[in-house]
């Protein structure tokens, strides 16, 4: 009896750990069709990074390396991004290039 128990709360744990992911999914979600996301800050404040960059099938370092050198995102990671989240691939480009300009900006500040 304890068996099942443990499997049904198992089950009920993982409706509930998919249910929070596509929450902050939607939000973020949410977040870009309103045009209110401009940084990936604003993105890890409602999930974590390294939840993100999992979701995104990539390493956390990776991950990190391309969020401070934006320009290095490939086409498919940036359809993934897309896809994950459920926007269109031209909203992630225009983010990736204001990211991409920002961080010259801090490049040309700090030279």
Known sequence: MAKKRREISEKIKNQEDLRKRQHKLDSI???FEAGKIISFEQIFAV??????ATELRMGFITFRNKVNSPGD???NELIRFAELVGIDVQ???????GQINKTKVQAKRNS
Request: net charge positive; hydrophobic share 60%.
């Open 29 to 31: 979600k949410t977040d």
């Open 73 to 75: 995102f490939t086409l």
């Open 47 to 52: 999930m974590a990074e390294s939840r993100f």
């Open 91 to 97: 909203m992630v480009l225009k983010f990736i290039f």
